[in-house]
């Protein structure tokens, strides 16, 4: 090759390596420049979340020279192969005097890159800068993330216990609260689904809660659906000779627990459950409220009386209270009972059609009533109220049955894991 295209080539090579120094240092979630800090003081919530550096091993420099030997050269290809793995790489160097900082700490650093990006092994590097009594370029890296998951779907009002393994960072928690009972051709509400990632302490242990569904009721069923495992409550009944059907049941609540604590103590997450919906004739009326919202309003049938009204939902201050009857003026109306602390409150029985149970939850939601009239349907239960941690978000969980709770943990971060 020519002197002058060689020359070339190699200011091309230069450039390169210099871009993605730049590119590498500035996609590291490590600060690309740490002079004088120890390789384990990273920021804080990097480490909440990840790993610590471990040394893999490091390579010495004659004075005034950045340049690598074939004895270092020979220890890096043997690195490389370590590094496969890694998720990131942190080049260390090392200087002895003051003067160097400069200038070959940076030449030392670039030529243990170019090394390596000329055997093709081009991982996300972050430089750091200290001073020792030799002069050396270490190499530490942080292994790539390994994940698990463990599921509990079986519904329990006894604590469920789960400790969480050596080496892991972050947990990731998803807990469902169960679905309200059917009180015969409307729909019942749905649990919470409440998220959040929390900071890992290997050999802590959760006590977890699962809640159950609430009992369905098919027509001309007089009993009301059965309570969910964990606060749910138990529909209206039919009474009577001529009554159509009775009122589903509440659904139980889920929750994560710190060790020691039950559902008097006091909890890290719940999830409520879903009230359960009023004997109806049709699938809007009477509907059961899904975690945090109100029971729906029964419907008229035949005449313009009002039908009962859906009971409310608990909220973080208190149990759901049943709401006020639009028609006051009928002896025969029945109030559903109101929540009390983790559990709802029954639903109102009905000489027509019963009442939807209230769901549990960090407050239960009332049962709904029944007005009263002649033809009038009654109210579905208020679905009970979720307890989200602070930066936890809370949903709706439309799939949910029975409740559930999912843990995933992992020796990376999953997400938040800076509390």
Do not use: H
């Not at 659906?225 to 964990?230: D, K, P």
């Amino acid at each position: 090759m020519a002197p002058q295209v060689f020359a070339k080539a190699r200011i091309r090579f230069t450039a390169l390596v210099a871009t993605l120094l730049i590119c590498a240092s500035m996609s590291s979630p490590i600060a690309a420049v740490q002079a004088d800090t120890p390789i384990v003081s990273y920021p804080a919530d990097i480490a909440a979340s990840a790993p610590g550096y471990s040394l893999v091993g490091q390579v010495t420099f004659l004075p005034k020279s950045a340049t690598l030997s074939a004895s270092s050269k020979r220890l890096l290809s043997g690195y490389i192969t370590k590094l496969r793995s890694a998720s990131k790489v942190q080049i260390k160097s090392f200087y002895t005097k003051p003067s160097e900082r400069s200038t070959l700490i940076a030449k030392r650093s670039s030529a243990v890159m170019t090394f390596f990006i000329s055997r093709g092994f081009v991982p996300t590097f972050s430089i750091s800068k200290g001073t020792t009594s030799a002069r050396k370029t270490q190499i530490f890296s942080i292994p790539s993330e390994s994940s698990s998951q463990v599921n509990f779907t079986t519904p329990s009002a006894s604590p469920v216990s789960w400790t969480v393994p050596a080496d892991t960072k972050c947990l990731y928690f998803m807990v469902a609260g169960a679905k309200g009972g059917s009180g015969s051709a409307s729909d019942p509400g749905y649990g919470g689904l409440v998220t959040f990632a929390q900071r890992a302490v290997p050999g802590q242990t959760f006590n977890l809660f699962i809640g159950g569904v609430g009992g369905s009721i098919s027509f001309y069923e007089p009993a009301g659906g059965a309570a969910g495992i964990n606060g749910g409550a138990v529909g209206g009944e039919g009474l009577g000779y001529d009554w159509i059907g009775a009122g589903g049941g509440g659904g139980g609540w889920s929750g994560v627990f710190a060790n020691g604590t039950g559902p008097d103590g006091p909890p890290i997450a719940i999830a409520g459950g879903g009230g359960g919906s009023a004997s109806s004739a049709d699938f809007l009326s009477g509907a059961g409220g899904d975690a945090g919202v109100d029971g729906r309003n029964g419907a008229v049938l035949l005449d313009q009386s009002a039908g009962g009204p859906g009971g409310g939902t608990g909220t973080l201050d208190g149990p759901g209270t049943p709401t006020d009857l639009l028609n006051l003026t009928n002896s025969d109306a029945r109030y559903g009972e109101a929540g009390s602390a983790r559990n709802g409150g029954t639903g109102a029985a009905s000489p027509l059609r019963g009442a939807g149970g209230g769901g549990g939850g960090y407050f239960g939601g009332a049962g709904g009533s029944f007005s009263g009239t002649e033809f009038g349907t009654s109210g579905g239960g208020g679905g009970g109220s979720n307890f989200v941690p602070a930066g936890g978000v809370a949903f709706v969980a439309p799939l949910a049955t029975d409740g559930s709770i999912s843990i995933k943990y992992s020796n990376w971060s999953l997400g938040t894991c800076k509390a």
